[in-house]
């Protein structure tokens, strides 16, 4: 089935230090990839997405993500955490007919 | 501006009981829309999604129905509850087709007692 997968449900991260988030893909075909985020008590924000073109994709609050075909993965990075990124992220895919589905959530937690 | 809304933001309801959520847009036409389901540990689960008037896809046969009666109208019902159908339920939107971004209500916290 087509789909994707987040490893990881829980990640602490000092703040300050890095932070990576892993997402694999399974499609046929190259799918749209997104990251969303969840932050505590407010609705998913789209932080970037991929389709084709540059593998590695600059977001919003200072966040890239690099697509790999060869893992078929999509993660996400941060170089450095700052406390507010404390949030669920997830990682969306879609193939053809407008089928957006998401990976089960990765809850990063920031330690002061 | 567009804008979703979606209603009511908290619901108790007892086994047995029927369910009906309504999501609304305003401010674009056509919109593709989905209803979502959030459950710890189980991320977003994509319920149904329309891409148009009368047109539902369902991705997990359960105990839930989805209409779209209107343009930028879609509601979710269950004809009787089940104590399984608690969670937290996200509708959304968008247009222009794939790859573009979707927007998200505020959610309605439903919990079958």
């Known amino acids: 089935a087509q789909s994707v997968t987040q490893p990881d449900i829980h990640i602490t991260v000092s703040e300050g230090a890095s932070l990576e988030l892993r997402c694999n893909y399974s499609y046929g075909a190259t799918p749209y990839l997104f990251w969303y985020v969840q932050s505590p008590g407010q609705g998913l924000q789209l932080l970037l997405k991929y389709f084709s073109g540059d593998t590695l994709v600059q977001g919003i609050k200072g966040f890239e993500a690099e697509f790999k075909r060869s893992q078929s993965s999509f993660n996400l990075r941060k170089p450095s955490v700052h406390w507010s990124d404390a949030a669920e992220y997830f990682c969306a895919g879609e193939a053809a007919g407008n089928k957006l589905t998401f990976g089960g959530g990765t809850r990063v937690l920031v330690k002061p | 501006s567009q804008t979703i809304h979606q209603w009511p933001a908290t619901l108790v309801q007892p086994v047995g009981s029927p369910l009906s959520l309504e999501c609304t847009v305003e401010g674009t036409s056509n919109p593709n829309l989905y209803w979502y389901r959030q459950a710890a540990g189980r991320g977003l689960q994509l319920l149904f999604y329309s891409v148009g008037i009368g047109q539902i896809s369902s991705e997990v046969p359960q105990n839930l129905s989805a209409s779209r009666p209107q343009d930028r109208q879609f509601i979710l019902s269950s004809k009787k509850l089940l104590l399984s159908d608690s969670g937290f339920y996200l509708c959304?939107?968008?247009?222009?087709?794939?790859?573009?971004?979707?927007?998200f209500g505020q959610g309605t916290r439903l919990t079958v007692v």
């Open positions: 959304a939107w968008r247009v222009g087709g794939r790859g573009t971004e979707a927007f």
